[in-house]
């Protein structure tokens, strides 16, 4: 970060002059934000209180550790900001926080093995179980739709899901393998 303020932290309260030493150089671009990998950017703004700035010090620390290639530290960065938008209501922010961190192929979320398996019975999503079973009950997928408070078009990318995780050609097909999970 040379120079350049993350989005919305153009405008401090105070100015520049009430900062701690050294750390309008800092903001200013003279001083590399990321000494040593540190997200002090995010720990200085923290420390004055400012939570707007905070949470771009973290992404800012963690986009330059993914560019980095430290992917402990992206994650570790990832982790606070990610909690901190989450508590500021702020989910524009988490979805292109995780677009820049996947631009370092960094991915934020569940890590490790999937816990479900990825074809059959026991791969389906809870939605899928759900929309499978009134597509057993002979339900329509508008019928579905209005039950379930989705769109139509979900109501059909569930079952599309379902058919291909049970190697299912038809709704039929899922009626009937639904009755017979069900007995």
Request: aromatic fraction near 4%; glycine fraction near 10%; charge should be positive.
């Amino acid at each position: 970060m040379s120079g350049a303020l993350p989005e919305g932290l153009e405008a401090l309260p105070e100015g520049l002059a009430a900062l701690p030493e050294g750390f309008a150089a800092l903001l200013e671009g003279a001083v590399d934000v990321h000494v040593h990998g540190q997200p002090d950017l995010a720990t200085a703004f923290r420390n004055r209180g400012n939570v707007t700035g905070e949470l771009g010090g973290w992404e800012e620390a963690a986009v330059a550790a993914a560019a980095g290639g430290d992917r402990t530290l992206a994650r570790t960065c990832a982790t606070r900001c990610v909690e901190l938008a989450t508590t500021l209501g702020a989910a524009g922010v988490v979805r292109r926080f995780t677009a820049r961190l996947r631009a370092h192929d960094v991915r934020i979320g569940v890590s490790g093995p999937r816990r479900r398996p990825a074809t059959g019975w026991q791969s389906l999503t809870p939605t899928e179980l759900q929309v499978a079973e009134l597509v057993g009950q002979g339900l329509t997928s508008p019928q579905i739709a209005t039950r379930l408070y989705l769109s139509p078009r979900t109501v059909q990318t569930h079952i599309s899901h379902s058919l291909r995780k049970l190697n299912l050609r038809s709704r039929v097909e899922l009626a009937t393998t639904v009755a017979r999970h069900r007995g």
